[in-house]
C-alpha cells in the first residue's frame, strides 16, 4: 500500500449524491447499470456507470443517497460517458455501495 500526504487526499471531491435514475447497459463488458446521480444545485447531475447488478435491483437503487468522486476524468466506457465514480466496498464481482446513514443535502462534501 502507497502512503499519502493529506495534501493528495485533499484533492479528492468526494460528494453526497441522490440516484434519480437507473437504467439497464448491455454494452458494458460486464454487468452494469446506468446512474444518473443529482448532486444538488451547485454541482447539478453527473452519470455513470457502476458494476452493481449482483447486490443491487434498478427500483432498490431509485432515491438511494451515494457517495461519489466528481474530480477525475471523464471517462469512455462502451458506448457511455462516465462523469464521476460512485464508491463501495469491493470484493470480488461484489460491490456494496458507501452511503450516508442518514438522509442529507446533495453535494456536501466527504472529507
Known amino acids: 500500500m502507497e502512503t499519502i500526504?493529506?495534501?493528495?487526499f485533499k484533492k479528492i471531491e468526494m460528494r453526497v449524491a441522490t440516484i434519480i435514475?437507473?437504467?439497464d447497459f448491455p454494452e458494458a463488458k460486464k454487468p452494469?447499470?446506468?446512474?444518473?446521480?443529482d448532486f444538488g444545485p451547485e454541482l447539478?447531475?453527473?452519470k455513470t456507470s457502476a458494476q452493481i447488478t449482483r447486490r443491487y435491483s434498478k427500483e432498490e437503487l431509485m432515491g438511494q443517497?451515494?457517495?461519489?468522486?466528481?474530480?477525475?476524468p471523464k471517462k469512455q466506457i462502451a458506448n457511455?460517458?462516465?462523469e464521476c465514480l460512485v464508491l463501495g466496498?469491493?470484493?470480488k464481482d461484489d460491490v456494496v455501495l458507501l452511503k450516508p446513514e442518514t438522509k442529507i443535502p446533495n453535494g456536501l462534501q466527504i472529507g
Open 44 to 46: 447539478g447531475t453527473r
Open 5 to 8: 500526504v493529506w495534501e493528495d
Open 65 to 72: 443517497q451515494v457517495i461519489a468522486v466528481i474530480n477525475f
Open 80 to 82: 457511455f460517458m462516465s
Open 32 to 37: 452494469a447499470y446506468q446512474l444518473m446521480l
Open 89 to 91: 466496498a469491493v470484493q
Open 21 to 23: 435514475d437507473v437504467q
